[in-house]
């Protein structure tokens, strides 16, 4: 065996295979392997490193020019009241209440049995001139006894003297883009001037029109006036806690840059107002992706309206609690985008009535970085490519890509959540293993395939989780106890399973034979994972 020591075993001679004995074998194996990973293997991943690494330092740009936005906002105190007029609404002596813009509230509802009345009530206490209000329930539920709850609701609030219009459809075509489409065909509404998006769960302060409104009426150029969410369960349990971390970035910076640089960012699809000739003239409600709030603010600005996002003007909602629904609306978030970038990047480069920036920056910053970069990169780097460097020591990541970089990202993220900082590690493996779906969805959208259109409306607990430590709604402990086998049963997620697994073996390898101690972070990403997969993250509400 000593003349082929550096040959593969499909270049060995077959009679000299019938005649090796374990020891030959196990050396003609390594030399094999030997072969395989510096010709095949070293070559491929160094390429992916590169790429990889090429993503990493596009997403680190755009984080520091982000930050650098935000530190100049602060320091010079560019607030929107101060870059657009803002005179609060007074009431004319004369003229009473004709002076105030008349305003549409919609609110968009499917079997919410646990949010209804909290949404409802917010909505109806908004301190607007009653005369100069319209409340609209677009109630889409297919529960019957849901749907008699909230017209019961509706009723209450207009026999107190609230305009309140409860409105249903025959069916859930476009589902809530859908729905406030029709919404917006009833005769009534040609009245209107602005329109208010409430989800089901938002509840807005009573002055949230008194807030928002004036900046249409001095600034006719405004298309979109946005708020912040504040939500009101981010302490509930660790998985709302990283949530927060995540979507705390996207209200007080990427939002907040969009806004005071380009006037363009993308409408959150509630807590927002509208006015409707910019809703209009954009071509309405469409509902080609599962992101029609996007979709209609892109096309809005490419009709030349400005948006505004206001973060002082908080909006109270909640963040799905159940990891369940916290997969299928980051589905939803990852797929979406990446679809509606396939269908408009072309209207987007021949648009006229934008400048040449605006385009790059909706182009290159608000999708590719942040809508495809920024989850390819994550999930492939991160959990791919890194945990399979562990068998090809040729392959070498350069400190600066693998420490430096992803340290200066996480901190500039979970900087805007100072309480949470010291969360900042579970919020990195957490959003690794989240990548895996959100990279999943990403290519669904961009080859406009399998679950393209899937819609599954985020599940509110509302009081829900109170009422299940009550002992009294629980009907004995036996049928608890079957109720959490047949839970535990459907909480299994065998993708997570099989990637933490893999995960897993190459950390026991690097433990045992590597010289970089990727174990240190490879051991706890497959943990990640592996908590994951069996479920063991969110709210577990019983049966």
């Not at 990202?409 to 900087?415: G, T």
């Amino acid at each position: 065996m000593d003349s082929f020591p550096l040959l593969p075993v499909s270049f060995v001679p077959e009679t000299v295979l019938l005649h090796l004995t374990k020891d030959d074998v196990i050396r003609v194996l390594g030399v094999t392997w030997n072969f395989v990973r510096s010709s095949v293997l070293a070559p491929f991943l160094n390429v992916c490193v590169i790429v990889c690494l090429t993503m990493s330092i596009m997403l680190f740009i755009e984080r520091v020019y982000m930050g650098v936005v935000i530190l100049c906002v602060k320091l010079f105190g560019r607030k929107p009241e101060k870059r657009y007029k803002f005179e609060t609404i007074q009431v004319d002596v004369e003229k009473g209440h004709s002076n105030y813009p008349m305003v549409l509230v919609q609110i968009p509802m499917y079997n919410e049995r646990e949010v209804y009345k909290l949404s409802i009530g917010a909505a109806c206490g908004l301190s607007w001139p009653s005369d100069r209000v319209i409340i609209q329930v677009l109630d889409d539920s297919t529960d019957p006894i849901i749907k008699d709850l909230v017209e019961l609701e509706c009723q209450k609030w207009a026999n107190k003297g609230v305009n309140i219009k409860y409105e249903i459809r025959d069916n859930r075509n476009g589902y809530k883009a859908g729905a406030l489409k029709q919404g917006l065909k009833h005769s009534y509404v040609e009245e209107c001037d602005l329109v208010a998006i409430l989800d089901a769960d938002f509840q807005p302060d009573p002055d949230f029109l008194e807030k928002t409104v004036p900046y249409f009426v001095h600034n006719p150029e405004i298309g979109l006036v946005q708020a912040r969410w504040k939500f009101v369960n981010a302490n509930e349990c660790i998985l709302t806690r990283v949530q927060e971390m995540s979507l705390n970035y996207h209200f007080r910076v990427e939002q907040e840059v969009g806004s005071s640089t380009y006037a363009f960012f993308g409408f959150n699809g509630t807590a927002g107002v509208w006015r409707l000739s910019a809703l209009n003239e954009a071509g309405g409600w469409n509902d080609r992706t599962t992101v029609e709030d996007m979709d209609l603010a892109i096309r809005a600005s490419l009709k030349g309206w400005k948006f505004v996002y206001v973060g002082d003007i908080k909006v109270k909602n909640e963040l799905p609690s159940t990891f369940k629904a916290f997969r299928f609306q980051q589905h939803r978030w990852s797929c979406g985008p990446a679809n509606l970038f396939k269908k408009m990047v072309m209207e987007i480069i021949k648009n006229e009535r934008v400048n040449l920036w605006k385009k790059l920056y909706v182009i290159y910053s608000f999708f590719f970085v942040r809508k495809i970069v920024a989850h390819l990169s994550t999930f492939f780097f991160y959990c791919v490519i890194i945990p399979a460097t562990v068998f090809v020591p040729e392959v070498v990541i350069p400190k600066w890509g693998l420490v430096y970089i992803p340290s200066i990202i996480s901190i500039l993220n979970a900087i805007e959540t100072p309480r949470s900082f010291y969360l900042v590690f579970n919020w990195i493996l957490f959003e690794n293993v989240m990548s895996m779906h959100r990279t999943k969805g990403t290519f669904i959208g961009l080859l406009d395939a399998g679950r393209v259109n899937e819609w599954v409306v985020t599940e509110k607990l509302g009081d829900a989780l109170l009422k299940s430590k009550d002992p009294s709604t629980h009907a004995t402990r036996e049928s608890f106890k079957k109720s959490r086998m047949t839970r535990f049963r459907e909480r299994i997620y065998p993708l997570e399973l099989w990637v933490g697994l893999y995960i897993f073996i190459c950390a026991s390898y690097d433990l045992a034979f590597g010289k970089y101690w990727y174990f240190l972070y490879l051991f706890g990403q497959a943990i990640a994972f592996f908590i994951t997969g069996f479920g063991y993250i969110g709210t577990q509400i019983p049966n």
